[in-house]
């Protein structure tokens, strides 16, 4: 049967950020020929909404409000609960991002909806739609079907691909006004933490250190090597705890979970840990100087050998490329 779908769009630095097409092409699959209806929502975000028709949405709506400007669970909650409320559709798809997790909880609750977190596949059976989920820290997966009721997943980046953008698609641009109650808190400023400027959550390349680079002027050979493969820099909390750089790029149980194509992990030991955020990366690389370490073991490619040495003759030769 035909499903109506919502996809909450989701915009950082003025542009979607990848998983929100990836979401779109889930939302056709599971529709079977429905409808998809995207939802922007933000301050002055109305020139955004074709982009999401360009990636497979049927139609868009967009909610501009001053208080939107910047995310907080109670405005969003408050403009997506109109939005449902109006749709009233078959199912709502977003990503699994910080702003992801944090509003898909709030909203279903909302709605009175059960929710599926963290998919990285679906298959429609019949009338049935089974989401494929990581559980146990990515030791495992578990198969979840909704038997009844709203299909509410929130999708993990880079794992569902996107349509291909075709300008030419078209679409109906509608604009909701949503009144915005007093919100308990606004945010005023937002700092920016990262260090490159590749999202590691959305990149398809991760170089990542350990307290292998024993010292924070050591990270430089890997964003030399970074800036050669067009990749983001991360690290695993003992890096991160040793302050050779800022917890925003620890990967791992308690840091982001990523899925890239290609993870080099740079002096790094493989604690169960840190594996848990990377172990589903396409392509595991590890560089270690100890043959016995234990990220040897999930790695497809492994170099033994001192990281001083390797990175910057690793940097050299894909400078040739
Ligand atoms: P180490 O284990 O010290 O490994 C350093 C590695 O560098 C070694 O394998 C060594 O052989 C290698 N090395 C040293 N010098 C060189 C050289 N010159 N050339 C090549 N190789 C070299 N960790 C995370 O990463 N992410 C998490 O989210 C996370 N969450 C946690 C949550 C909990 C509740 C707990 C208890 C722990 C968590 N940890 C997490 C910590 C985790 O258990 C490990 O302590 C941590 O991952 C170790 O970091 P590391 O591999 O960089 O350091």
Avoid at 193 to 211: F, P
Avoid at 219 to 227: N, Q, R
Avoid at 292 to 316: C, M, R
Wanted: aromatic content about 6%.
């Amino acid at each position: 049967m035909a499903k109506k779908m919502l996809v909450i769009g989701e915009i950082r630095d003025a542009q979607f950020r990848n998983v929100t097409f990836e979401a779109i092409a889930a939302a056709k699959g599971i529709s079977s020929g429905g409808e998809v209806v995207g939802v922007v929502l933000g301050e002055k975000v109305s020139n955004h909404a074709n982009e999401m028709v360009a990636y497979g949405a049927d139609r868009v709506i967009v909610v501009e409000n001053e208080k939107l400007a910047h995310y907080t669970p109670e405005g969003y909650a408050q403009a997506l609960n109109e939005v449902v409320n109006k749709e009233n559709p078959d199912g709502i798809l977003l990503g699994h991002t910080a702003v992801g997790r944090d509003i898909a909880p709030k909203l279903a609750a909302r709605i009175g909806s059960g929710l599926i977190s963290d998919a990285v596949s679906y298959d429609v059976v019949g009338e049935e739609v089974v989401f494929t989920r990581p559980i146990y820290s990515g030791k495992a997966f578990e198969k979840v079907v909704v038997t009844d009721g709203m299909i509410f997943a929130t999708i993990r980046p880079n794992n569902i691909a996107a349509l291909e953008k075709e300008e030419e698609r078209s679409g109906d641009i509608e604009s909701l006004d949503v009144p915005i109650m007093d919100l308990k808190t606004m945010i005023k400023e937002v700092v920016k933490n990262t260090s490159t400027g590749i999202d590691l959550s959305e990149a398809s390349i991760i170089v990542a250190g350990g307290r292998g680079m024993k010292g924070e002027e050591n990270f430089s050979i890997l964003y030399e090597l970074a800036d050669v493969l067009g990749a983001a820099v991360g690290a695993s909390r003992g890096a991160c705890d040793a302050e050779y750089c800022d917890y925003a790029l620890q990967i791992g149980q308690t840091g982001k979970v990523v899925t890239p194509d290609l993870y080099i992990a740079v002096g790094i030991s493989g604690a169960i840990q840190h594996v848990a955020g990377m172990s589903n990366s396409k392509v595991i690389v590890a560089i270690n100087k100890d043959p016995e370490a234990e990220i040897f073991q999930i790695a497809d490619y492994g170099i033994v050998g001192d990281l001083f040495e390797v990175i910057p003759k690793l940097t050299e030769e894909f400078k040739k490329v």
